[in-house]
């Protein structure tokens, strides 16, 4: 993501919302959310629940 804009898509399959992140990101990432450029968004498919890293 880049502030609000979707820049790719990628289905993984993982046991946790951070270990999902981790093999999705090209980069280590942490949870948190950048208020300008660029973050990572994981939505679990079943729940709608979402979670927010920051490229590290």
Same mark, same amino acid.
């Given at each position: 993501?880049? /502030?609000? #804009? ?17 093999? #999705? ?6 949870? #948190?959310?950048?208020?300008? /450029? /660029? ?8 729940? /709608? ?8």
């Amino acid at each position: 993501m880049d /502030g609000d #804009a979707v820049l790719k898509s990628t289905e993984v399959q993982s046991n946790s919302d951070v270990q999902a992140a981790k093999s #999705a990101a090209t980069r280590p990432v942490e949870p #948190a959310r950048a208020c300008n /450029g /660029g973050w990572l968004r994981v939505t679990h498919i079943a729940s /709608g629940r979402t979670s927010e890293f920051l490229f590290a």
